[in-house]
């Protein structure tokens, strides 16, 4: 737990001189297993909480530099009390950590809006795999002085160094938002439905969740006394929230007028419009316990595939048949993030019929394959925001076209070439 | 000129065979030398103008997928045929290919809402330099399935593979927009006037562009008989277009209001607000004859820096001052893009005085001195859009740090072993 980037820096530059590899560590919240030692080898856990400092805040630049191990939270709570924001935000906000973002290209719900870490992170400070610091905290929202080299080591899981502190965008502070929980009939009215919503209001969309009736009904059963605003009767509802930095726009009224425009088009079967914060928080609540409540109902197989946007009408049944038809006492859920082709097809399977680990592991597997392999047949990724990690290395192997992987080592090779930075992940180690 | 990919991955092989280099090359508008063959070693010039197709509008998705000959007006009217927007802007719009917009990283008057090329591809095809072709043309917001390689071909400007094609993101299409000029008293202002506009409107402002007094005299005078809609008696003037998508969002009386607004606050000295598109497109004419009238002004030492835009009110004054001070008879001007930190320095040096292309280039190159250190200075980059291409090489190894250097040359020594892809481009020809 080394509390500066010189001390990084010490630490890394002994493993190398000692062959003894590194597995770079933040808030220890990824669902891949990129973060966590192989046990295949020795090596030394480099974890980087103790570097916590916000570095600086540029307010007049919408810019702040944060340490690795700043807790997202608190970056998002810097930015507020400067008047701005950071629009990053997933479930794990009170514990995930900037480098770990940076590494893992974090998503969340804003991405609709704002994009993915990479689109937020304007320049990267990290420790290469010689122990070598590279100072690459520029704050500069153009510079094309040469290869943007930042990029490298965003979404690299830790592969090519470490991640020691970044520049993150700032935005505007939103001033005002609503949220209106809908009733729709199928995808591609979830789909149609956010088309005519940014073509009203532009990019005002500040979230758009789409969840299946059968996970609603399971946050229901299983969320410790949660409510739904409205009766269940359709097959998906989507949680929208509008949000705008102009205090002048009335964004409940809004949202109002749109949505009966959006009934009269038939996009749309019901909608509860929250009037206050309290409901909107409680609408936010059947989102934000889909994982606590999946876990309660059974045995829960969880994906992260994305496809075009313009496919999902098409993925979700498809998995879903295919996973009722080949994977016993399967329940299919659904939830995820319409606007960026993101669903993460979840399987809640019943305790009383799969008991043993074996039993378990082996319908995980047959899960996830007929989920991998729907999003390929579809031109989609096996991994839209949860990264690589350890578990996925050898089903991107199976699905990434050779050049691609061939091209991926060359890049670890040039930057990497003893193989030490977090073997074992994204690539099989050397 | 190749007519399809397989063309290009063909020529490709045989030039890697014969050990012979390959100069990509799109519109041919860069403006740092980047598409020209340095003359120094026998090259091929590969130009991809003739692989002009449209290959797939997903409107659905808000995707649309072009050949790297493509020229952006041509995706532009596309896009719009959908109802939808391909937002990048520049002013060589009617030639300039999409080729080069990605291998360049291109920026332009978008930048402000919809950031640069490097924002608004979702997936590339490339050959690479032994003549292999990598199809990255996926079409996915979000895909953190291993490192993204497309990242390393943006901005590349030819040196690690032929950009072929990319998958590029549409927008919703705007409804409606007004156009203010504003008289202010110096850039902080600027600045603050940004700031206070985005605060009050969000990201409804579609573009933010700052002309210096001196610049809009010389426009004045040289420019064909435009005039200017306000009295010319400010340091600067910002020229503002705030522009949505919701048809129901009152532009110009919402400009309005918030310039009377800024005005009270003193951000702003005048404003005059066009009332219909014949005279916005007169404010904008304004803007978009700077290059024209300055070349008939004088002989133009034109720069493309940028800086934190905090350190904007700094760092104009300062690299007018030493100009002024050590070039003789320069007359500095200034115009750029505000809300990217990203002035363009331009000094009209008179005709009567400098005569030979000698007398020229020294001064040229004192001028490019003198902004280039001010920008390294103020931790702004020596090149915010244009990119470094033949001219800048010798410019980027003296302001980089070694160390940046090296990894850059450890990617290109990765990709491009043999150094046939644009040699002498970015980086010293090895």
Redesign the interface.
């Given at each position: 737990m080394p509390g500066s980037t010189q001390e990084v820096a010490t630490l890394v530059k002994t493993c190398a001189a000692m062959h003894v590899a590194i597995v770079p560590q933040g808030g220890n919240t990824g669902l891949t297993g990129g973060a966590v030692a192989s046990g295949d080898r020795p090596a030394v856990l480099l974890n980087l909480s103790r570097m916590n400092r916000i570095r600086e805040i540029?307010?007049?630049?919408?810019?702040l530099t944060a340490e690795a191990g700043c807790i997202l939270a608190n970056v998002r709570e810097a930015a507020d009390a400067q008047?701005r924001q950071f629009p990053l935000l997933l479930g794990s906000v009170g514990s995930c950590e900037i480098g770990g973002l940076v590494s893992?290209?974090a998503?969340g719900t804003g991405?609709l809006r704002y994009?993915?870490m990479?689109?937020l992170v304007l320049g990267v400070e990290a420790v290469?795999p010689d122990g070598?610091?590279?100072?690459?905290l520029?704050?500069?929202?153009?510079?094309?002085?040469?290869?943007?080299?930042k990029?490298?080591f965003?979404?690299?899981e830790g592969t090519l160094g470490v991640v020691t502190a970044a520049v993150l965008k700032l935005f505007?502070?939103l001033s005002v938002c609503a949220t209106a929980m809908m009733a729709l009939s199928g995808v591609q009215q979830a789909?149609d439905l956010l088309?005519f919503m940014?073509?009203?209001?532009?990019?005002?969309i500040e979230a758009f969740e789409i969840l299946s009736h059968r996970q609603i009904e399971i946050v229901l059963e299983h969320g410790h006394g949660l409510q739904s605003p409205m009766a269940l009767e359709a097959p998906f509802y989507v949680l929208m929230e509008l949000a705008?930095?102009?205090?002048?726009w009335d964004a409940g009224a809004e949202l109002e007028r749109k949505l009966e425009a959006a009934l009269e088009r038939g996009l749309v079967l019901d909608a509860v419009v929250a009037s206050d914060g309290a409901k909107a928080d409680r609408i936010w609540a059947l989102r934000h316990n889909i994982s606590e409540s999946n876990k309660r109902a059974g045995f829960t197989v969880s994906n992260d595939t994305?496809?075009?946007?313009?496919?999902l009408a098409q993925f979700i049944p498809l998995v879903t048949g295919r996973i009722e038809q080949q994977v016993e006492g399967a329940s299919v859920c659904h939830a995820g993030?319409i606007?960026?082709?993101?669903i993460h097809v979840i399987a809640v399977l019943s305790r009383a019929l799969y008991t043993t680990p074996e039993q378990c592991e082996a319908a995980a597997a047959r899960v996830n394959l007929i989920v991998h392999e729907a999003s390929v047949e579809l031109?989609?990724?096996?991994?839209?925001?949860?990264?690589?990690g350890r578990m996925?290395v050898e089903r991107?192997e199976r699905?990434?076209?050779p050049?691609?992987?061939q091209?991926?080592r060359?890049?670890k090779?040039?930057?990497d070439p003893q193989g030490l930075m977090n073997p074992g992940k994204?690539?099989r180690a050397g």
């Open positions: 540029d307010a007049a630049n919408n810019s008047e893992t290209n998503g991405v994009g993915s990479r689109e290469l070598s610091v590279w100072d690459g520029r704050a500069l929202r153009k510079d094309n002085a040469g290869y943007d080299l990029q490298l965003i979404g690299a505007p502070r789909v088309r940014q073509g009203q209001v532009g990019n005002r705008d930095s102009s205090p002048q994305s496809v075009p946007i313009s496919r993030h606007g960026d082709g993101n031109d989609g990724s096996i991994s839209a925001e949860h990264g690589i996925h991107l699905f990434k076209a050049i691609e992987l091209m991926m060359a890049v090779a040039a930057f994204i690539l």
